[in-house]
Structures are given as structure tokens and as C-alpha cells.
């Protein structure tokens, strides 16, 4: 079940396929995840079949990188692009499994293990002293992993002259290291590099800050793991249209071992940044609702994966075939919910729309 890039992940029908009459803005955001952003490509996927083109690209870790991938294509190569990228990354061991609760997570188990042994060589690869340097006679050092292959694998698949066009708007969401201050590197004020994208997927302690431009930068995970806050920086001019999608959610199942613990308390971190932004934004809006009731109006589609039982605490590691699928798949199944409900929303006289699926 491995995914190759002339595999159509798409369900949508040829007849479906229409490009909606443009009255908005629409942006697109997307959080980080590591092995999780094969959602992404699902969900865009979809995106691509109904017409729907975003004006605007906000990306952070992985989301970052499938921003860039989206960004610095054409739009008719974007989708190949980014099911040639998950074919990469995919760990390809002959073996896929579907069926079975406890032998798939056993299964994902193994897949993750195996990424943390070997790494990904698309991606990233392990480093010396790495986790050696915890020794007492080894040298110190910062991170277990070295994110550099990800480099060769960006200037392959993405055309960053075309990146940099200003065609379509890409922030790249980072953090600065040595100040916790939040970074959003832009293609309206700067020129985006590959070193920039590869920042923004330096999770520490698994992988290496990057110094860029005299700036230690990192993962914005921890702090904004769906940066919604370009978007909102400066009140839209008008309506504006913002799909965003989150790889860790804050509902799931009573936990009922370590590892489902485990798991949860990772959600929550990387979750709760969006709940409280969203949080946010209603207040915003609501007092932009008393003061100018007719002002450009902003529809949020907040789409959220739900991670299946089978998966494990080191899904983020977890690059089997048979999960890199089913996450491609539950983005397409997810977002043909979420563009359905967006064709068939009704006018409404308020300034700020939030749905979340």
C-alpha cells in the first residue's frame, strides 16, 4: 500500500469539479506535524479538484513545508508534487497492514522505531554525538537528528524563484530560540530560502535550530503549532475565507494506558495555541460586529484529524505506508466535508464565522 506519485488519492468526481465564483480572499493554514502532514496532502488534494486556489499560504514544521511545495509549483503540478514528496518520505519496509487493533499498533510501533533507528533520508538522518553526547565523555550537542537532507529534498521539488513571485502569499511560521519571540518570515517582505522552511521544522530536541540571517530559529510548535496570527495581524481589507488545518485535536477518548497518555499530553501541547487564538478572534470580531457591522467578514473552517486508535504517542514518527495513506485519505474524506459546507453556507450578517469539523 505504498503511495506513489501517480496515485489519485482524490474521490472527488470529474463532474464536481468547478471553479467557484472568486468574492473573497481565501488563505490557507497548516499546522505541523512530521509524519501527520501527509493529511495535508489529502486535504489539498480536494482543494485542487473543486477550484479552489488560496490566495494566501501560512505554514509552520511540516506545514510549512507542504506551503512551500504548494507555493513554489504551478498549480497543476502541486498535488503530483506533494504525493512524490509523501512517496519519499513513506518508510517502505513490504509490509502494510489495515486490519486489526492491536496488530496495527503494534505494526505502527515498529514503523516509528524503525524512522527513529534509521530516520527518514529525504527528510532527515541521525548525527554525532547526537544522543551519545548525553555520556559523560562525550562532547556536548544540541539536537538527535540532522534535518539537512530535507534541504536537497526542498531545492528538488520546489521552484523558489517562482516561491518568491508574490503569485501566491507565503508566511513561514518560526520561533526565535534565543528569545521565545515568534517569527513569521514572509514573501511580502523578504526573500524566502530553503534554510528558512527548513527553520521552521527544527523541533527541538529532535532536530537542530537553524541560524538564519543572524537569528537561531526553530520549530514553532511548542508555542503556535497552527499560526493563525499573520493572517489577523492587520484587520482584513476583504472578506476573507481561511481553512485551517490542525494535526493534533484536544477531544479524544478516555485514556486508558501510558502510551494513550502519552499521546494526549502531546496533543495538548501542540493544540491548545489554536483553541485559544480561535478564542481570540471571536472577542475580536465581536466588538468589530458593535463598532462596524458591515466591514469585511472573515469565515474560519477550522478542520481538525482525528487520529485513529491505532495510532501511538510516536505517531509524528510514525511513517508506515498504511498510515501515510490513511492520512492522505481521512484529508481528502475530511476536506470534501469542509469545502461542501463552504459551497453551501448560507449569507450571514456576521462578521466572524467559525465552524470546526
Known amino acids: 500500500m505504498s503511495l506513489s506519485p501517480n496515485d489519485d488519492v482524490s474521490s472527488e468526481p470529474a463532474a464536481t469539479k468547478a471553479t467557484p465564483l472568486r468574492t473573497h480572499d481565501t488563505a490557507l493554514v497548516l499546522a505541523g506535524g512530521n509524519a501527520l502532514g501527509a493529511y ?55 509490509l502494510s497492514l489495515t486490519d486489526g487493533l492491536k496488530p496495527r499498533q503494534v505494526y505502527n510501533g515498529m514503523h516509528a522505531l524503525l524512522t527513529l533507528a534509521w530516520g527518514r533520508p529525504s527528510i532527515f538522518q541521525h548525527r554525532l554525538p547526537g544522543l551519545w553526547s548525553a555520556l559523560p565523555w ?13 534541504l536537497g529534498t526542498l531545492k528538488r521539488l520546489v ?130 460586529q458593535q463598532l462596524d457591522p458591515h466591514g469585511p467578514a472573515v469565515t474560519l473552517l477550522h478542520i481538525v484529524h482525528q487520529a485513529g486508535a491505532d495510532q501511538l504517542s510516536a505517531k509524528s514518527f510514525d511513517f508506515s505506508p498504511s498510515s501515510i495513506r490513511d492520512r492522505i485519505l481521512a484529508g481528502n474524506r475530511d476536506m470534501v466535508r469542509g469545502a461542501d459546507w463552504l459551497a453551501s453556507r448560507a449569507r450571514s450578517d456576521e462578521r466572524f464565522v467559525y465552524e470546526r469539523l
Not at 495535508?40 to 505554514?59: C, F, K, M, T
Not at 538527535?144 to 537532507?149: A, G, I, R
Not at 494513550?260 to 470580531?285: T, W
Request: proline share 7%; net charge negative.
Open 138 to 150: 562525550m562532547p556536548n550537542d544540541v539536537a538527535l537528528f540532522d534535518n539537512t537532507p530535507l
Open 40 to 94: 495535508h496532502a489529502g486535504a489539498y488534494e480536494v482543494l485542487h479538484s473543486r477550484g479552489i486556489r488560496p490566495d494566501w499560504v501560512v505554514g509552520a514544521s511540516m506545514g510549512a513545508v507542504t506551503a512551500a511545495i504548494i507555493v513554489g509549483n504551478a498549480p497543476e503540478d502541486r498535488a503530483g508534487k506533494l504525493r512524490q514528496f509523501w512517496s519519499e518520505a513513506t518508510l517502505h519496509t513490504g
Open 159 to 288: 521552484d523558489f524563484d517562482r516561491l518568491n513571485s508574490g503569485e501566491t502569499r507565503l508566511t513561514i511560521a518560526c520561533v526565535d530560540v534565543a528569545s521565545g519571540e515568534e517569527v513569521y518570515l514572509d514573501t511580502t517582505r523578504e526573500t524566502i530560502r530553503p534554510e528558512h522552511v527548513m527553520a521552521s521544522t527544527a523541533l527541538l530536541p529532535a532536530f537542530p535550530p537553524v541560524e538564519v540571517d543572524g537569528r537561531l530559529l526553530g520549530d514553532i510548535g511548542y508555542t503556535n503549532n497552527l499560526p493563525l496570527d499573520p493572517l489577523f495581524a492587520v484587520e482584513p481589507t476583504r472578506d476573507l475565507v481561511c481553512i485551517a488545518l490542525d494535526l493534533f485535536g484536544l477531544q479524544a477518548p478516555k485514556p486508558g494506558s501510558l502510551d494513550a497518555v502519552l499521546e494526549r499530553a502531546n496533543d495538548l501541547i501542540f493544540a491548545s495555541a489554536a483553541r485559544r487564538a480561535v478564542a481570540g478572534l471571536k472577542r475580536e470580531y465581536a466588538l468589530r
